[in-house]
């Protein structure tokens, strides 16, 4: 086992338990790192693994170091600048999605403001036609006047047996 074997594991273990709690409290950033974690350690993992393997062929056939060395090192490159991107798009996805969701909180909350803004207003003109309309209309206050004082006389008197 290498350095990059090990480095590997931790990383890779240590992004299994960052995306955990990332869960738990339900931080999307956290969940994302703890994957681009997960992604990187796993491949530092399987360049060290490959890494060994390679000695392993050196000691065997001493002939093919040199080249063998070299093309485990662009692949290591390769890997690591994968996996780096690959991080770069998840939080520029994650970036974006956030962005959007606020987006559309606003939204909901200004057309919500709209709604309250045209509820009060039709309360306001009902209240205006209701008032227009009783004010115009001689009998609708005699009516209620009615209504008034019959309810008055019984709640002071109650119900005779």
């Given at each position: ?96 999605a956030a962005g959007r969701a606020q987006d559309v909180a606003d939204r909901a ?44 006389g019984w709640l002071i008197h109650g119900e005779r047996a």
């Open positions: 086992m290498n350095k990059n074997e090990l480095h590997g594991g931790a990383r890779y273990l240590g992004g299994k338990v960052e995306k955990a709690v990332g869960d738990a409290v339900n931080s999307r950033e956290w969940q994302v790192d703890g994957v681009v974690d997960q992604v990187a350690g796993g491949a530092e993992n399987l360049y060290g693994r490959a890494r060994s393997v390679a000695e392993d062929a050196v000691d065997a056939a001493p002939g093919f170091v040199d080249a063998a060395k070299e093309r485990l090192r662009d692949a290591g490159d390769a890997v690591s600048d994968a996996a780096s991107r690959a991080g770069d798009r998840a939080h520029d996805v994650a970036d974006r909350a200004r057309r919500a403001h709209d709604v309250a803004d045209r509820a009060g207003d039709a309360a306001s003109h009902g209240a205006a036609r209701v008032n227009a309309t009783v004010s115009h209309s001689p009998a609708i206050w005699a009516l209620g006047a009615a209504v008034g004082g019959y309810l008055l």
